[in-house]
């Protein structure tokens, strides 16, 4: 654990769905953000051993949130869970720290959890990222699910999913070993 912050970190397993997904969304993050500069938000969804990406563009927070709700309840019926990636930052005792946030949830649990990995930007020198090693677990946060059921308008049957559009990509957990 940092001495700065009041988070733990966490040990997560690598043989539990969840946790596997948490850190592929991470690991997808931080890729982004190194090559990039930015971390466009997207989301993570997995359904039964499938792992369905979107990305969440807008012009500001609100708008990429509202997306990434819409996408997670659109398939709330069908899905394992789902986590929320973006660039964000935590207050410590020493400030603001830059981090990925992952918001993990379930559709079961009005509450997620939030994830983060700390990073710092080098802004002296060539500008590059570095990571800590350590992923912190920063408590329970409100679920994109919450509030959501079958009367909300964003509520659709499974028949009523479209395809895959260009944005969205699917993988498979197997794929994702190294």
């Known amino acids: 654990m940092t001495d700065d912050t009041t988070a733990e970190a966490v040990a997560l397993d690598e043989?539990?769905?969840l946790d596997r997904v948490l850190l592929y969304?991470?690991?997808?993050?931080?890729?982004k953000l190194t090559q990039n500069g930015e971390l466009e938000p997207f989301t993570v969804v997995l359904q039964d051993?499938?792992?369905f990406v979107e990305t969440h563009p807008g012009e500001n927070a609100e708008e990429c949130f509202d997306s990434a709700v819409k996408t997670v309840r659109l398939i709330a019926h069908v899905m394992d869970a789902y986590v929320f990636a973006y660039d964000g930052f935590i207050q410590t005792d020493?400030?603001?720290?830059?981090?990925?946030?992952a918001e993990r949830g379930t559709p079961n649990d009005d509450l997620a959890r939030a994830f983060a990995l700390l990073y710092t930007l080098d802004?002296?020198?060539?500008?590059?990222l570095t990571f800590e090693e350590g992923i912190y677990d920063l408590g329970l946060a409100t679920s994109?699910?919450?509030d959501a059921d079958e009367d909300d308008d964003e509520f659709v049957q499974l028949d009523e999913l479209e395809e895959l559009d260009d944005s969205e990509e699917l993988y498979q957990l197997d794929e994702l070993e190294d």
């Open 144 to 146: 994109l699910l919450s």
């Open 25 to 31: 969304a991470l690991d997808e993050a931080a890729e």
């Open 49 to 51: 051993e499938n792992l």
């Open 123 to 128: 802004e002296q020198g060539d500008g590059s």
């Open 15 to 17: 043989n539990d769905n």
């Open 94 to 101: 020493s400030g603001r720290r830059d981090a990925i946030i």
